[in-house]
Structure formats: structure tokens, C-alpha cells
Nanobody
Framework: QVQLVESGGGLVQAGGSLRLSCAASGLTFSTYPMGWFRQAPGKEREFVADISWSSGRTYYANSVKGRFTISRDNAKSTVYLQMNSLKPEDTAIYYC?????????????????WGQGTQVTVSS
């Protein structure tokens, strides 16, 4: 059974930090790039960050660059998202997803497996 399970969300004040985790099971993890997306109420799902299978390359949305850091531990089949200097506009459900290995795009359709999401709420 394929599972991507996010955790670490919660309520935090503006300027605070959270670390999200996404544990994978039932699928090949270590040789695939992984990404984080988020979806706020009434908005489309948007790309946040992506990391190559070897951690050699990372890519961020402009809105989070310099504040968020994506990382992974292939031995634990887990990908992380460290979020610092959080803003109210970061409030959303955050999802992790596995990107197809041959894809070079960060559009949602290029990701084949998704977690159920974890809520992040940033108060002002």
C-alpha cells in the first residue's frame, strides 16, 4: 500500500518556525525527486519546493525562497520542509508528493503520488 504521510503542521505565530515531515512507504523513494505543495482555502494548489533524489538540487517558489528549506533522508524514506519566518500568507494545507523521475517540470500533474496533507496556520 502506497503511503505518504505528512506531519508537523500546526498553529504558529507570524515569525515562527515549523518543520514538516513526510514519511513514505510502499513505493520507491530514494531514486525519485520529491516535492512540497500547498493549498489555501479558495486557491489552487501551488508549488513550494522540490528536491532531487540525491539532494544535489533543490528548487523553491519565489514566495518561500530564503525562508523554507527542503531536505531528505533516503535511509528513512522521509522528506522534510523546514519553514522559518512564517507569514500569515503561508497558511495552507501542505502536501508532499513524488515527482516522476523523467519529469523536469514542477507542475502538480508531474507528481504521481500524494500525501493527505497537514494543516499549517500562521496567526498575525
Amino acid at each position: 500500500q502506497v503511503q505518504l504521510v505528512e506531519s508537523g503542521g500546526g498553529l504558529v505565530q507570524a515569525g515562527g518556525s515549523l518543520r514538516l515531515s513526510c514519511a513514505a512507504s510502499g513505493l520507491t523513494f530514494s531514486t525519485y525527486p520529491m516535492g512540497w505543495f500547498r493549498q489555501a482555502p479558495g486557491k489552487e494548489r501551488e508549488f513550494v519546493a522540490d528536491i532531487s533524489w540525491s539532494s544535489g538540487r533543490t528548487y523553491y517558489a519565489n514566495s518561500v525562497k530564503g525562508r523554507f528549506t527542503i531536505s531528505r533522508d533516503n535511509a528513512k524514506s522521509t522528506v522534510y520542509l523546514q519553514m522559518n519566518s512564517l507569514k500569515p500568507e503561508d497558511t495552507a494545507i501542505y502536501y508532499c508528493a513524488r515527482r516522476r523521475s523523467y519529469s523536469s517540470s514542477y507542475l502538480p500533474r508531474e507528481y504521481d503520488y500524494w500525501g493527505q496533507g497537514t494543516q499549517v496556520t500562521v496567526s498575525s
